[in-house]
Antibody, heavy 122, light 110 residues
Framework: EVQLVESGGGLVQPGGSLRLSCAAS????????MSWVRQAPGKGLEWVSV????????YYADSVKGRFTISRDNSKNTLYLQMNGLRAEDTAVYYCAKRPAYSGNWYVFDPWGQGTLVTVSS | QSALTQPPSASGSPGQSVTISCTGT?????????VSWYQQHPGKAPKLIIYEVSKRPSGVPDRFSGSKSGNTASLTVSGLQAEDEADYYC??????????FGGGTKLTVL
């Protein structure tokens, strides 16, 4: 069974940094693109970033470009999101999500982790 | 990139059908057949129910179906059941390695 477990969320001051982790199990981690998607409280979903299985390619939403860095350690089956220069509008639940085996496209997400809450406030 | 447009709410009685629209532009929904739909129950993670406009992952009931016409994609839920009450989000590939979501639709089963 595929499992994705996020961690690392918490309260951080504006301008601060935080690193999220997503521990993966139940599949060959290095084979699949992985993404981060966030959801502000009471709001809709927003795609944040994606990284290919080999970690050679990354893409970012314009709203986080230059501030967030996605990475992965395939030896540890773990996905990361380094968030710097955090702003109040980055407050959200951050989900990691996997490209499913039945779709070759990174922009299909199945399954998702349970999410970790990041709150940016002074 | 602007978000896709969904109605904030939709409703139907048990057994009825309801359709949720997702309107984009000729730069996303209108040009790519990469529309997905996600179901999200309160406090839970989203769950994929439709991908590539009309394909259903294994295990998703065939009561859920997707379609697209021009710049608008649609999700139809037939034979509504109480457990279908949830928020539904569409997404579309928007080119240039970018993905956009809709604002979400809250489906109420009356």
């Amino acid at each position: 069974e595929v499992q994705l477990v996020e961690s690392g969320g918490g309260l951080v001051q504006p301008g601060g940094s935080l690193r999220l982790s997503c521990a993966a199990s139940g599949f060959t981690f290095s084979t699949y693109a992985m993404s981060w998607v966030r959801q502000a409280p009471g709001k809709g979903l927003e795609w944040v970033s994606v990284i290919t299985g080999s970690a050679t390619t990354t893409y970012y939403a314009d709203s986080v470009k230059g501030r967030f860095t996605i990475s992965r350690d395939n030896s540890k089956n773990t996905l990361y999101l380094q968030m710097n220069g955090l702003r109040a509008e980055d407050t959200a639940v951050y989900y990691c999500a996997k490209r499913p085996a039945y779709s070759g496209n990174w922009y299909v997400f199945d399954p998702w982790g349970q999410g970790t809450l990041v709150t940016v406030s002074s | 990139q602007s978000a896709l447009t969904q109605p904030p709410s939709a409703s139907g009685s048990p057994g009825q059908s309801v359709t949720i629209s997702c309107t984009g532009t000729s730069s996303d929904v209108g040009v790519y057949n990469y529309v997905s739909w996600y179901q999200q129950h309160p406090g839970k993670a989203p769950k994929l129910i439709i991908y590539e406009v009309s394909k259903r992952p294994s295990g998703v009931p065939d009561r859920f179906s997707g379609s697209k016409s021009g710049n608008t994609a649609s999700l139809t839920v037939s034979g509504l059941q109480a457990e279908d009450e949830a928020d539904y989000y569409c997404s579309s590939y928007a080119g240039s390695n970018n993905l956009v979501f809709g604002g979400g639709t809250k489906l109420t089963v009356l």
